[in-house]
Every structure is written in C-alpha cells, then in structure tokens.
C-alpha cells in the first residue's frame, strides 16, 4: 500500500461544482502539503500544515480551502471550481525535524473542470 | 526574474553519457536545496539532497554554490532508467515557510 495516498485519482466536473480531494498517510509525519503542477510551470504550494491544529496558506490558496482532521488526513477543497484549476494535484508529507525535509508525494489527482 | 530557474531541455543522450543540469536560485537566503525526479504522469520523487560540500550517490553528483546561487547535477553513466524530469527544489527562510519548485528539466536517454 502507498504511504500517501490520495483519492480521487482522476476527476471531471463542472464549473461551479463543489470538489474535495482526499489525502491520508501512513508515514506518521507531522507536516503535509497540498500542491498543484501546470504544464510548463514548477509545483506549486496552495496550503501546508505543520500539525492538526496548523493550517497555512501557501503561493496559491485563493479558491480552496482545507481541512486537517487528523495527523495522517488531510483535504482539499474547491468551493465553486473554474476552468483555470484544472490541474494536476499533489498531496505530500514530511518530516518535522528541522525547517526543510525531503517531501513524500501522492500519486496525483487528475483534476478537469469543464 | 524566477525565483528558480531550470532549462527545461530536452537533453537528449545516449547511453552511457555524462550529462549535467544546473538551477539556479535567486534568493541568496535559501537554505535547503533537493534533487527530484518525476516520471511522466507520476509523482516526483526525493532523487538526493544538496550540501553545501556537495555528495554524491552511486552515479549521481549534486553540488551548491552559493556565490553564484546555483546548484547543480551530475550523472554519470547515463541508463534508460534515467530518463525522467529532474526538479531543482529550493527551501526560503525568508517570510516563514516557503519551498519553490523548478519547472524541470527533462531528460532522454536513448539506446
């Protein structure tokens, strides 16, 4: 089974509809990660958090919105999803020791609004 | 001006060739530098940190230099298995937490 594990892996929907990405792990980290990738583009970090009670905001957070329900899950939302999010997305994991640990990713989730 | 830089390629090589990727940075702040490699359509995945003495792993060499803001990565023997998109990865102590990825540069490896 993967550590990180995200679901749904591909997703097609509408403009306007309401979207939540699911993330959980196993790898007993503190900190994870939500992250979105664009062709031609480095990932970039919509929201981050260092703990169950931590959440904040990264590069590009405007239109999403999370939740940490617990240290191993961890959820993205798109409260009214655009054509522009569509996107590759990337939940991730990592350590707590020291600022900047390697990061663990998902899969993926192949998110199109149409 | 990006805040990190990667030639997106391809580099395309055959077997057994030496290749070298450079990235570079612009905040001279930066603190944590990461190799990572994705392949097409997956994740990426941690390919070796970056010290400030640089290291090295099996047929792979990454190297820092602060002067000039760049890091960079050796591979020596180039295999098929190599091809992929290597991500620079920069770690900012500036603004509190902050991890900027390269856009990568891809790699082709050819029999």
């Known amino acids: 089974d993967a550590d990180v594990t995200q679901t749904p892996r591909n997703r097609i929907t509408k403009t306007g509809k309401r979207i939540m990405l699911e993330c959980s792990q196993t790898?007993?980290?503190?900190?994870m990660y939500w992250y979105r990738q664009d062709p031609g583009l480095g990932l970039r970090l919509i929201y981050y958090?260092?703990?169950?009670?931590?959440?904040n905001k990264g590069e590009i957070s405007d239109g999403y919105s999370v939740s940490r329900q617990a240290q191993a899950k961890f959820s993205l939302s798109l409260e009214s999803a655009i054509p522009n999010q569509t996107a590759l997305y990337f939940c991730?994991?990592?350590?707590?020791?020291?600022?900047?640990?390697?990061?663990?990713f998902g899969d993926g989730t192949r998110l199109s609004i149409l | 001006r990006k805040e990190v830089e990667q030639d997106p390629g391809p580099f395309n090589v055959p077997e057994g060739a030496t290749v070298a990727f450079n990235c570079t940075y612009s905040?001279?702040?930066?603190?944590?530098f990461f190799w990572y490699r994705q392949d097409c359509r997956k994740e990426p995945k941690l390919l070796m940190s970056?010290?400030?003495s640089g290291n090295e792993d099996g047929r792979f060499t990454a190297q820092l230099n602060r002067a000039s803001q760049y890091i960079s990565l050796l591979i020596r023997d180039s295999k098929l298995s190599d091809s992929a998109t290597y991500l620079c990865?920069?770690?900012?102590?500036?603004?509190?937490?902050?991890?900027?990825f390269g856009a990568g540069t891809r790699l082709f490896v050819k029999a």
């Open positions: 905040n001279s702040a930066s603190q944590s």
């Open positions: 970056v010290y400030s």
């Open positions: 991730a994991t990592s350590d707590s020791q020291g600022m900047y640990q390697p990061q663990h």
């Open positions: 790898k007993g980290h503190d900190r």
């Open positions: 958090s260092f703990d169950v009670k931590d959440i």
């Open positions: 990865v920069v770690g900012e102590s500036t603004g509190g937490f902050k991890t900027i």
